[in-house]
């Protein structure tokens, strides 16, 4: 089994920061995927960043350059760092883990831009 917890999402002023982390917990190793995802009200969960076991990186097109993605794996953690926050980057966002079988997410944490 797998857990993971988010954290670091509150409410910002536009062209702000936050930084999410997510703790990993169970059967985790180093090699498999990471991501963070968002979804907003009434639109579905979008991919905005994920990493693999390698360290490769990718980005949903509208957060390059301002966000980035970081993992630790030596305390299984992933980073999300948000740069230059617009108001339409409200969302929930979500962590997953991605092994072979499945894949694994936790519960989100609220991002709120205010303009």
């Known amino acids: 089994q797998v857990q993971l917890v988010e954290s670091g999402g509150g409410l910002v002023q536009t062209g702000g920061s936050l930084r999410l982390s997510c703790a990993a917990s169970g059967n985790i190793r180093s090699i498999n995927a990471m991501g963070w995802y968002r979804q907003a009200p009434g639109k579905q969960r979008e991919l905005i960043a994920a990493?693999?076991?390698?360290?490769?990186?990718n980005y949903a097109d509208y957060v390059q350059g301002r966000f980035t993605i970081s993992r630790d794996n030596a305390k299984n953690r992933v980073y999300l760092q948000m740069n230059s926050l617009k108001p339409e980057d409200t969302a929930v966002y979500y962590c997953k883990y991605q092994d072979n079988f499945e894949d694994y997410w936790g519960q989100g944490t609220q991002v709120t831009v205010s303009s």
């Open positions: 990493v693999t076991g390698g360290g490769r990186t």
